[in-house]
């Protein structure tokens, strides 16, 4: 079983920063393609960010151009860099490999707000 630990949230204002963390509990993140879903509040977990082993990534088009996923194999670790946050961006975070998903992590909260 693998056990995934996301951080990097909090509170921006909107047009900030905030970079993403996802680490695993063991070092096969390296095998799999990965990505970054998130849930706003009533709404249905989607996915934002993919990155394939190769390091090819794909976007949802609200977040082109100012996301960025990618994945330091060494360090068992995947990112997600946030620029120019909107409030729409306000969700928990969460990452996870691509289909089939493993267990769920507990997220990490992202507030875009004034």
């Known amino acids: 079983q693998v056990q995934l630990v996301e951080s990097g949230g909090g509170l921006v204002q909107p047009g900030g920063s905030l970079r993403l963390s996802c680490a695993a509990s063991?070092?096969?993140?390296?095998?799999?393609?990965m990505a970054w879903y998130r849930q706003a509040p009533g709404k249905q977990r989607e996915l934002v960010a993919g990155i394939t082993t190769g390091g090819i990534t794909n976007y949802v088009d609200s977040v082109k151009g100012r996301f960025t996923i990618s994945r330091d194999n060494a360090k068992n670790t995947v990112y997600l860099q946030m620029n120019s946050l909107k409030p729409e961006d306000t969700a928990v975070y969460y990452c996870?490999?691509?289909?089939?998903?493993?267990?769920w992590g507990q997220g990490t909260q992202v507030t875009v707000s004034s």
């Open positions: 063991r070092s096969i993140l390296i095998i799999y393609d």
């Open positions: 996870n490999r691509q289909k089939p998903f493993w267990a």
